[in-house]
T-cell receptor, first 118, second 110 residues
Framework: GAVVSQHPSRVICKSGTSVKIECRSL??????MFWYRQFPKKSLMLMAT?????????EQGVEKDKFLINHASLTLSTLTVTSAHPEDSSFYIC??????????????FGEGSRLTVL | EDQVTQSPEALRLQEGESSSLNCSYT??????LFWYRQDPGKGPEFLFT???AGEEKEKERLKATLTKKESFLHITAPKPEDSATYLC???????????FGTGTKLQVIP
């Protein structure tokens, strides 16, 4: 099956530093990747849609200068949380859809990254 | 705006005790309704896609059904390994965005 690898799984950083999270599709090409944020007992909140070779599309209320997304290749997208603050602490999850299915909602998710900002 | 409401928020079952999870949705033209399973501290795992009212899908002890306003995930004779949070999501026609519900946390007790 389609495998999405996300790294790191856990990261702790000091307030004011930047953190990069990588999302890789291991056995398929993903023209579109999605970044979600999940709070306890809350639904997955879509932050942005990342298309290979173009700028990411951010959801309303998500600061694009704070959450930098790069989708440099068909198998790699990165999320950089810049100048992180405690309120950015959360569970971040990436997902991807198969390149041959541009419109399907069938998504393959990474394992998630737990960010804790001290 | 697309909305997905799942109930109950949590469900505790004895092993072998069948039950159903509910997903109510509003969307401007449904392209697909999706069920995912999420284990603690992990990303969701895709289970089913349903496209139109009346459609049913099955996988082992799970069966998903769809009407014009809601979907049900039936769990027959559950086992402890079925314990997880089950997420429902919808996608509107013409849009890439997938909107998720808050999930039902299922616990199956031996």
């Amino acid at each position: 099956g389609a495998v999405v690898s996300q790294h790191p799984s856990r990261v702790i950083c000091k307030s004011g530093t930047s953190v990069k999270i990588e999302c890789r599709s291991l056995d398929f090409q993903a023209t579109t990747m999605f970044w979600y944020r999940q709070f306890p007992k809350k639904s997955l909140m879509l932050m942005a849609t990342s298309n290979e070779g173009s700028k990411a599309t951010y959801e309303q209320g998500v600061e694009k200068d704070k959450f930098l997304i790069n989708h440099a290749s068909l198998t790699l997208s990165t999320l950089t949380v810049t100048s992180a603050h405690p309120e950015d602490s959360s569970f971040y999850i990436c997902s991807a859809r198969l390149a041959g299915n541009p419109n399907t909602g069938e998504l393959f998710f990474g394992e998630g990254s737990r960010l804790t900002v001290l | 705006e697309d909305q997905v409401t799942q109930s109950p928020e949590a469900l505790r079952l004895q092993e072998g005790e069948s039950s159903s999870l509910n997903c109510s949705y509003t969307v401007s033209g449904l392209r697909g309704l999706f069920w995912y399973r999420q284990d603690p501290g992990k990303g969701p795992e895709f289970l089913f896609t349903l496209y139109s009212a009346g459609e049913e899908k099955e996988k082992e002890r799970l069966k998903a059904t769809l009407t014009k306003k809601e979907s049900f995930l039936h769990i027959t004779a559950p086992k402890p390994e079925d314990s997880a949070t089950y997420l429902c999501a919808v996608q509107a026609k013409g849009y890439q965005k997938v909107t998720f519900g808050t999930g039902t946390k299922l616990q199956v007790i031996p």
